[in-house]
């Protein structure tokens, strides 16, 4: 990985274009976990760019640069979310998990690569599927917190700052969209992990 200099200062074209080169790869991939598909999260990167670009002269540098397109993309998804949801519009995002970490805490969420599934190809794609809808159905709040925790690795700070919101919120938004997807997936999975 590359070791960048410090964001830029000023707010001219020319920084913006070399921020946006240093950040797209990670909005790329929060926007691809957020939305659940490579055209929607490329969509959604273009616009959390071109949101950051008209707000570019409001930015003013008290968090890194990352951060403040972090929380535009979230924010953006999430207005999308509330939209598909009027429209009862669903998108899936294909992820999988289970177990406890050594401190109690749920184990990471591992995005379902087919090469590593032991399982006969329509099991696991009938895995995948229960996954996708037990995600589907979470709150947009929820859904964002635990993408944010189990996809990004940001830690609860990092996650309440990007989302506005109080330290013990995101622990119980994470807790809770943990125990929907558990409770979503029992009937499929019984006592497997």
Known sequence: MENFPP???????????????RHSPKIYGLALRLC???????????????????RFDQFRGDA???SWAYRI??????????YEKRRSFWKHI???GGGERDDGDPKPLEIADPRDVTDAPAEAAER??????????LDPEERAALVLREMEDKS??????????????????????????????????????
Do not use: H, M
Request: hydrophobic share 40%; with cysteine.
């Open 7 to 21: 964001d830029p200062v000023s707010k001219s074209p020319e920084d913006f274009v070399e921020l946006v080169r």
């Open 36 to 54: 659940g598909n490579p055209v929607d999260g490329e969509d959604l990167a273009q616009e959390t760019f071109i949101a950051a670009y008209r």
């Open 64 to 66: 890194e640069f990352g």
């Open 73 to 82: 993309c979230v924010n953006l998804w999430k207005n999308r979310v509330r």
């Open 94 to 96: 294909p992820f999988l």
């Open 128 to 137: 995948r599927r229960w996954v996708r809808d037990a995600i589907a159905g």
């Open 156 to 193: 609860y700070e990092e996650i309440a700052e990007l989302l506005g919101v109080p330290l013990g919120t995101v622990k119980s938004r994470i807790a809770r969209a943990r125990q929907a997807v558990k409770t979503a997936l029992t009937p499929f999975l019984g006592d497997k992990p």
